[in-house]
């Protein structure tokens, strides 16, 4: 039974992770960049559109950082 199990294990948390691992969304977002004001995320976020590095973005207020987060 300790043989059994010895092998088991591992298989069983293999197959988990690789479950894990290939349940992201398609379409989920990246953090592209954190900024000390509004205007510089929107300016980023705006350039990196404009040369074609992601389709759409925001600019997200952090409270507990002061900061915002540009996500593409």
């Known amino acids: 039974m300790r043989k059994v199990?010895?092998?088991l294990v591992p298989?069983?948390?293999a197959a988990?992770?690789?479950l894990?691992?290939?349940a992201a969304p398609a379409n989920a977002e990246r953090l592209a960049?954190?900024?000390r004001t509004y205007?510089?995320?929107q300016r980023v976020?705006?350039?990196g559109e404009s040369q074609g590095w992601?389709?759409?973005w925001r600019c997200e207020w952090k409270a507990a950082y002061s900061y915002y987060f540009l996500y593409s």
């Open 54 to 56: 992601w389709d759409d």
């Open 11 to 13: 298989v069983l948390m």
């Open 16 to 18: 988990g992770l690789s």
């Open 33 to 35: 960049g954190v900024y």
């Open 39 to 41: 205007a510089e995320c």
């Open 20 to 22: 894990t691992l290939g």
């Open 45 to 47: 976020g705006a350039y």
């Open 5 to 7: 199990r010895a092998v």
